[in-house]
């Protein structure tokens, strides 16, 4: 089996498409973010859109204040390097209408 697909319908507007594929391995090699400040760890790609260049955490969480992951700058970040093996994955589709509209159907994000 290489590839199969289950569609589910949510609504009349949206059908889901669950792919399992067989042949999609890969190897992701990713780093967990420790924030010893308030014991809370994150997780984040080495190669992918999700990576340390991508990433910010909240220095002040009451006026919303972010800054980019640089565990130089702040001595309570430690970054730690890991790999995985090589895992398998699937992929969803989401099928919606030309004449869908987010606004339409509540949306808000």
């Given at each position: 089996m290489a590839k199969e697909s289950k569609y589910i319908t949510l609504t009349n507007n949206?059908?889901?498409?669950?792919?399992?594929?067989?042949?999609?391995l890969k190897k992701v090699d990713y780093n967990i973010i420790n924030n010893l400040n308030?014991?809370?760890?994150g997780y984040c790609s080495k190669y992918?859109?999700?990576n340390l260049d991508n990433q910010v955490f909240a220095i002040d969480s009451i006026l919303k204040k972010y800054a980019k992951i640089?565990?130089?700058?702040?001595?309570?970040l430690k970054i730690?390097?890991?790999?995985?093996?090589?895992?398998h994955f699937d992929t969803i589709r989401i099928h919606l209408p030309t004449t869908f509209s987010f606004i339409d159907n509540n949306y808000i994000g």
């Open positions: 949206v059908l889901i498409e669950y792919i399992y594929d067989n042949d999609n308030i014991n809370e760890k992918d859109l999700n640089d565990s130089n700058k702040y001595n309570f730690g390097s890991f790999e995985s093996q090589i895992c």
